[in-house]
């Protein structure tokens, strides 16, 4: 069963720090681009950054320099390294996993974090 399966998410205070983690199993094509993206209540999904075959990454403006993504070497297992949280990182945070020739993506079931002192 194709599954992206999200971990690492919970209640940090202002300042500290998070691990979530990504696994994507029972996908049997490449998974060329691995995706994080958050949504805050009321808010639309938003990409927070990408990890692309290869090593390359991207990320969105606000969290430049305070997150970053990784990902096992051969697997599909992403990270998403999150430090010196805000308030307004608060949001649940989803996976996601693409085959770029095929188009085919899929997305995990989220994972909430929130900062909160």
Not at 32 to 39: A, G, L, T
Not at 77 to 90: G, I
Not at 109 to 117: D, K, N, P, R
Request: with cysteine; proline share 3%; glycine share 12%.
């Amino acid at each position: 069963q194709e599954q992206v399966t999200e971990s690492g998410g919970g209640l940090v205070q202002p300042g500290g720090s998070l691990r979530l983690s990504c696994v994507a199993s029972g996908i049997n094509i490449p998974i060329n681009v691995m995706s994080w993206f958050r949504q805050a209540p009321g808010k639309q999904r938003e990409l927070v950054g990408r990890i692309i075959e290869g090593g390359t990454t991207k990320y969105v403006d606000s969290v430049k320099g305070r997150f970053t993504i990784s990902r096992d070497h051969g697997s599909n297992t992403a990270y998403l390294q999150m430090n010196f949280l805000k308030p307004e990182d608060t949001a649940v945070y989803y996976c996601n996993a693409v085959n770029v020739a095929s188009g085919t993506f899929f997305w995990g079931q989220g994972t909430q974090v929130t900062v909160s002192s």
